[in-house]
Nanobody, 122 residues
Framework: QVQLVESGGGLVQPGGSLRLSCAASGSIFSINTMGWYRQAPGKQRELVATKTNDGSTNYADSVKGRFTISRDNAKNTVYLQMNSLKPEDTAVYYC????????????????WGQGTLVTVSS
């Protein structure tokens, strides 16, 4: 069974920084894409940033230039460095692993973490 464990959320003042981490555990052959999504109260979950195992990245327009996604493929871990945080960045941030290949199972898995709350407030 593949699990994603997130850490690093918390309360930060506007203009501050936070770093989120997400580690995948379990028996894994490969993960194509790892990334971060967020869901603010009363809103739909939205993409924040993703990174493929060959290094391609994708960012939401609202975070470009402020957030940076990085990944350690050997450790099946993805990070999100968030700088210049704004109150509108307040949300539960979810880690996602897409096209996960595991032993003994045909096809791909899509796995979500439990979420970590980021609150940007003075």
């Amino acid at each position: 069974q593949v699990q994603l464990v997130e850490s690093g959320g918390g309360l930060v003042q506007p203009g501050g920084s936070l770093r989120l981490s997400c580690a995948a555990s379990g028996s894994i052959f490969s993960i194509n894409t790892m990334g971060w999504y967020r869901q603010a109260p009363g809103k739909q979950r939205e993409l924040v940033a993703t990174k493929t195992n060959d290094g391609s990245t994708n960012y939401a327009d609202s975070v470009k230039g402020r957030f940076t996604i990085s990944r350690d493929n050997a450790k099946n871990t993805v990070y999100l460095q968030m700088n210049s945080l704004k109150p509108e960045d307040t949300a539960v941030y979810y880690c996602n692993a897409d096209e996960v290949v595991v032993p003994g199972r045909l096809g791909y898995l899509i796995v979500w973490g439990q979420g970590t709350l980021v609150t940007v407030s003075s």
